[in-house]
Each structure stands twice: as C-alpha cells, then as structure tokens.
C-alpha cells in the first residue's frame, strides 16, 4: 500500500527536513504536514498543512480519516534544556502525545509509526564510550525520564496489540536550516551561525566535552530507511542506538577555524553542562547496523564544509 503520511510537529528541527525529504519521496499530496501552530512557506506551498496539537487525540483521528493517512512520524517533543524549566508541561507533551498515537494504531487507525528517541535516555551511571545498545538507563532529566517511559510504551504496544512502532536514539542533530530548538547539542548548530555572523561564539559547554552528533542529511536518510525496513529486520521496539560522529566544542571550532580563520571561541559553561556530562561521549550502533543495513554519510569535515557553504550562499 502507498504509504500517506502524517508528520506530527512538522516545523520543528527534524520535522522540517523530514517533510521535504517525504515529499520528494513519495509525493506532496500524500505527505501531511502539521504542527501547534502555522508553519513557513515552504512548508505551506509544497503540500497539504493542518495546524494540530499533538496531544488531542480526536484531532489526530478525524485528519488521519480526512486524508486517509496510514503512516503517522510523530515529532512533536520538548527538548532537553527547555524540558528542565517546564517539567510538568513537557511530560504532558512527550507522553500524551504518544500514548495518543499508539492508540489510534491500537484501534487500527494507523499502520505504522515513527516515534523519535534520543540518547537523552542514558544517565551519569551508563558507561560513556561506546554505549550499548542495552544497558543501564538511569537519565537524570525530564526529557529523558519521558523518552525512557516512550520507549517502553512502544515496546508495550508493539508486544500487547502488535503496533509496528519503530524508533531511534537520536545522537545530537546539526543542520543550517533550522536555528537551535532548546537542546543541549545545539550549540554544535549555533556555533555555525555565530561563526558567520559574528566569527566569535561563547559555547554554553565546556571545550572538551565530547558528545555523539549527526549531520541532518543522515539522520533524515535513517529515519527513513528505518521506517522502509522490513517488518522482520526490525528487531528491536524501544528504541535502536544510532551514530556517526562524536567530537567536543574545541574540536568543531578547530574545524571552523580551517575556513574561518579569525573564528573566536570562548567558553561559559551553564546548566546545560550538567546535562551534557549525564550523556555518552559516543555509541555503539552496530545493532542498527546489522538488522537494517544502516550507514552514515558525513564525518565533521564534510559536515563543516556542507554547513558553511550553504550558510554563506544564504547569506545569513
């Protein structure tokens, strides 16, 4: 069957290169775009838009019946150093969100669904250098406490009433699109925009903290091949370990630096520096590398070199 797909929280970082992505792929007509509020023209003029809260379940129905949808990507969360300021706010979102989701599939509304994890899940008490798959999750914030939560409910579903729910642990994602949403690793997306700005950024971590990141182009490209994979290499229903590249904040300056000679770095660590210490320094993927065939595409020079080249044609 054709797949027609809904995108829950289509203007957010992901969602924005997820959609373009999906419409190229399988047509503008069967992508549904949605978010809490209107989205950019871009988004508006190359497919059909509903404005939707995530959480309202009936909501989601009477879309999911109106454009016959039977895919739904759910990317509507709050993130991590946004989370720590609004706690109760962002467990309603982050659950109830999914809880609303995985019941329409339970009920046979949809047939399939995507819902993103992050390493956020780990915690201080996991090992750091190339964490496993499975180990211990102890997560020391809001945002990982309800991704930790999420995944068991997917693997519930999945178990319980057979939902093809699929996810992955999404390492930091850096793209020039989209500007920094409220996560700790998006001082490795605004130091770009710094860089060209300004040729100076102040860096909310500290210089050698190291911590898993991923160009968008990949985590777009596994996103979906994951959700394309067949039904029986998907081995794994919490959420799959995914990975390309680990680096600290002196060691993309560095990179920056080979383009932008006179780029500045200097360094305040904040709260966020507590989160990014709780995090993993780099991941074992090799799980998702063997059930579904996943490789990435883009280390930090060539990540560097796409992000300032297009940053520079935008002139920003």
């Given at each position: 069957?054709?797949?027609?797909i809904l995108?829950?929280?289509?203007s957010g970082?992901i969602g924005?290169?997820?959609?373009?992505k999906?419409?190229i792929?399988?047509?503008?007509?069967n992508?549904i775009?949605?978010?809490i509020?209107?989205?950019?023209?871009?988004?508006?003029?190359?497919?059909?838009?509903e404005?939707?809260?995530a959480?309202?379940?009936e909501?989601?129905?009477k879309?999911?019946k109106?454009?016959?949808?039977n895919?739904v990507y759910l990317?509507?969360a709050?993130?991590?150093a946004?989370?720590?300021?609004?706690?109760?706010?962002?467990?309603n979102?982050?659950m109830n969100?999914?809880?609303?989701?995985?019941?329409l599939?339970?009920?046979?509304h949809?047939?399939k669904?995507?819902?993103?994890?992050s390493?956020?899940?780990?915690?201080?008490?996991?090992?750091q250098k190339?964490?496993p798959?499975?180990?211990v999750m102890e997560?020391?914030?809001v945002?990982?406490?309800?991704?930790?939560?999420g995944?068991?409910?997917?693997?519930?579903?999945?178990q319980k009433?057979?939902v093809?729910v699929?996810?992955?642990?999404?390492p930091?994602?850096?793209s020039?699109?989209?500007?920094?949403g409220?996560?700790?690793t998006?001082?490795a997306v605004d130091?770009?925009?710094?860089?060209i700005?300004?040729s100076?950024y102040?860096?909310?971590?500290?210089?050698?903290t190291r911590?898993?990141?991923?160009?968008?182009n990949?985590?777009?490209?596994?996103t979906?091949q994951?959700m394309?994979?067949d039904?029986?290499d998907?081995?794994?229903?919490?959420?799959?370990?995914?990975?390309?590249i680990d680096?600290?904040?002196?060691e993309?300056a560095?990179e920056?630096?080979?383009h932008?000679?006179d780029?500045?770095?200097?360094?305040?660590?904040?709260?966020?520096?507590?989160?990014?210490?709780?995090?993993p320094?780099?991941?074992d993927?090799?799980?998702a590398r063997?059930d579904?065939?996943?490789?990435?595409q883009?280390?930090?020079?060539?990540m560097t070199e796409n992000?300032i080249k297009?940053?520079?044609k935008e002139?920003?």
């Amino acid at each position: 069957m054709k797949p027609i797909i809904l995108v829950l929280g289509a203007s957010g970082q992901i969602g924005t290169e997820l959609t373009q992505k999906l419409r190229i792929l399988h047509g503008d007509k069967n992508v549904i775009a949605s978010d809490i509020r209107k989205a950019n023209n871009e988004m508006l003029s190359s497919g059909p838009f509903e404005i939707i809260d995530a959480t309202d379940k009936e909501t989601i129905l009477k879309i999911v019946k109106k454009y016959k949808i039977n895919q739904v990507y759910l990317l509507a969360a709050m993130l991590s150093a946004t989370a720590e300021k609004m706690p109760q706010k962002a467990w309603n979102l982050n659950m109830n969100s999914l809880l609303a989701v995985l019941d329409l599939a339970k009920e046979k509304h949809i047939e399939k669904i995507y819902w993103p994890s992050s390493i956020a899940v780990f915690g201080p008490t996991t090992p750091q250098k190339n964490t496993p798959q499975k180990t211990v999750m102890e997560p020391s914030t809001v945002y990982g406490i309800s991704k930790v939560a999420g995944e068991y409910w997917c693997n519930y579903y999945h178990q319980k009433y057979d939902v093809d729910v699929r996810s992955l642990r999404y390492p930091g994602i850096i793209s020039w699109k989209t500007k920094p949403g409220g996560g700790t690793t998006d001082y490795a997306v605004d130091i770009y925009y710094k860089a060209i700005e300004e040729s100076k950024y102040e860096c909310f971590l500290s210089e050698n903290t190291r911590l898993p990141m991923m160009f968008m182009n990949d985590a777009v490209d596994a996103t979906i091949q994951l959700m394309e994979a067949d039904v029986n290499d998907v081995k794994i229903r919490t959420g799959y370990n995914l990975a390309a590249i680990d680096f600290t904040p002196k060691e993309i300056a560095e990179e920056i630096k080979k383009h932008i000679p006179d780029f500045k770095i200097t360094y305040k660590p904040d709260f966020r520096q507590e989160i990014a210490d709780s995090w993993p320094s780099s991941i074992d993927d090799s799980e998702a590398r063997k059930d579904w065939n996943w490789q990435h595409q883009f280390d930090l020079k060539l990540m560097t070199e796409n992000i300032i080249k297009n940053l520079q044609k935008e002139n920003i």
